[in-house]
T-cell receptor, first 112, second 112 residues
Framework: NAGVTQTPKFQVLKTGQSMTLQCAQD?????MSWYRQDPGMGLRLIHY???????DQGEVPNGYNVSRSTTEDFPLRLLSAAPSQTSVYFC???????????FGPGTRLTVL | AQSVTQPDIHITVSEGASLELRCNYSYGATPYLFWYVQSPGQGLQLLLKYFSGDTLVQGIKGFEAEFKRSQSSFNLRKPSVHWSDAAEYFCASRANAGKSTFGDGTTLTVKP
């Protein structure tokens, strides 16, 4: 099993550009989440999904969209990148709602 | 709403000394609690978790944590720290529907 994979590992965008961060898991987990990590602020939940076709907002959803068309994939879309979205983004999945999360290696995004 | 507090931003210990990292949680129901470790440039790795039952939980790499409901705490301990334990440590709680809340993290430095 590859676990949770994220692409790309690094990305530089200009303000106003859009892009999609990819996340995939091969563990047949129903629950998937996106977090951003900023220095001194821990991980903050952006969006999460409890199964294919079902998503909900987390703590910091503004400027981001998600969809969940399959169990395996949970892409995160930045609609119009802003410097405030410079961060490290982590995707995570779990089999049960309160169980251990498995994290991807992260995507380091810089918005100029 | 659930919240997790890690009072210590940075802790320095000597190699071979004991370690305790503090975590306090706020949650109405029985919490599901986790400790994760993150090495520089890496994703998060689960150290241990508490769901119910025995309040002293053993984890990987010689770590343990004790759940104390009366103090709303879930402190992480290790009897003898190794240089390779230097990393950032995150305490997290997980509610129903898969929403997680992370503390801001504690950075551990190990002196030789």
């Amino acid at each position: 099993n590859a676990g949770v994979t994220q692409t790309p590992k690094f990305q530089v965008l200009k303000t106003g550009q859009s892009m999609t961060l990819q996340c995939a898991q091969d563990m047949n987990h129903e629950y998937m989440s996106w977090y951003r990590q900023d220095p001194g602020m821990g991980l903050r939940l952006i969006h999460y999904s409890v199964g294919a076709g079902i998503t909900d907002q987390g703590e910091v959803p503004n400027g981001y969209n998600v969809s969940r068309s399959t169990t395996e994939d949970f892409p995160l879309r930045l609609l119009s990148a802003a410097p405030s979205q410079t961060s490290v983004y982590f995707c995570a999945s779990s089999s049960l709602p309160r169980d251990t999360q498995y994290f991807g290696p992260g995507t380091r995004l810089t918005v100029l | 709403a659930q919240s997790v507090t890690q009072p210590d931003i940075h802790i320095t210990v000597s190699e071979g000394a004991s370690l305790e990292l503090r975590c306090n949680y706020s949650y109405g129901a029985t919490p599901y609690l986790f400790w994760y470790v993150q090495s520089p440039g890496q994703g998060l790795q689960l150290l241990l978790k508490y769901f119910s039952g025995d309040t002293l939980v053993q984890g990987i790499k010689g770590f343990e944590a004790e759940f104390k409901r009366s103090q709303s705490s879930f402190n992480l301990r290790k009897p003898s720290v190794h240089w390779s334990d230097a990393a950032e440590y995150f305490c997290a709680s997980r509610a129903n529907a898969g929403k997680s809340t992370f503390g801001d993290g504690t950075t551990l430095t190990v002196k030789p």
